[in-house]
């Protein structure tokens, strides 16, 4: 059976940006919903549980077809969750460091260009879904959009960096001002694990 990543903070440890409510709501509730349904479908399927889930996703075409949508859903929702829940955190390290900020100066001139853009690209999303800082096959850095659930592992791109887009992330806290929670999200983004996965995944 797959797990989520516990969260190493405490639920009110990100107040005031999100609040205690929110972060146990969407990490117990809906992040554990999607890992919930996908082992249940795993299960009925037999699986064995033998791959990561970014390589579950890219092998997609082991399951029935009628299956995939299903396993690619929830398997997305897995991984992104790990992924946002992981990158921020109440720990100030709120700027970036060492090689991964080279490669932010060198390909958006500046962390201020960085930010912005990450930030307009958050702020174009129309309906549910993430923002992403992935890497791509020769090493660059790109700031995408995906919908729903759906995993950058899908196109050989890795996600380093990524903020929830879905309403359940800041409707509590926030209401229609999701670009407040957007901006926020840089006074809880944890550059030191954004900068780990960098360099752990640059070849
Ligand atoms: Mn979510």
């Given at each position: 059976m797959y797990e989520l990543k516990p969260l190493r903070y405490s639920e009110n440890s990100l107040e005031p940006y999100i609040s205690s409510k929110?972060?146990?709501?969407?990490?117990?509730?809906?992040?554990?919903?999607?890992?919930?349904?996908?082992?249940?479908?795993?299960?009925?399927?037999?699986?064995?549980?033998?791959?990561?889930?970014?390589?579950?996703?890219?092998?997609?075409?082991?399951?029935?077809?009628?299956?995939?949508?299903?396993?690619?859903?929830?398997?997305?929702?897995?991984?992104?969750?790990?992924?946002?829940?992981?990158?921020?955190?109440?720990?100030?390290?709120?700027?970036?460091?060492?090689?991964?900020?080279?490669?932010?100066?060198?390909?958006?001139?500046?962390?201020?260009?960085?930010?912005?853009?990450?930030?307009?690209?958050a702020n174009i999303l129309t309906g549910s879904g993430y923002t992403f800082l992935v890497l791509t096959r020769d090493n660059k850095l790109e700031i995408i959009n995906t919908t729903n659930q759906e995993t950058p592992y899908l196109y050989g791109l890795k996600p380093i960096m990524t903020i929830d887009l879905w309403e359940h992330a800041y409707y509590l806290d926030y209401q229609n001002r999701r670009s407040d929670y957007i901006n926020n999200f840089f006074e809880i983004i944890d550059f030191e694990v954004v900068g780990k996965l960098y360099e752990e995944n640059i070849k």
């Open positions: 929110t972060v146990d709501i969407h990490y117990n509730k809906h992040a554990k919903n999607y890992l919930n349904k996908l082992n249940n479908i795993l299960n009925e399927l037999n699986y064995d549980f033998s791959m990561p889930l970014n390589e579950l996703v890219v092998n997609i075409e082991i399951f029935p077809i009628e299956k995939r949508d299903d396993v690619l859903f929830n398997a997305g929702g897995v991984l992104n969750h790990d992924l946002y829940f992981s990158n921020i955190s109440p720990n100030r390290n709120i700027y970036p460091t060492g090689q991964f900020l080279e490669a932010i100066d060198k390909q958006f001139g500046s962390f201020e260009n960085f930010k912005n853009e990450f930030i307009k690209k």
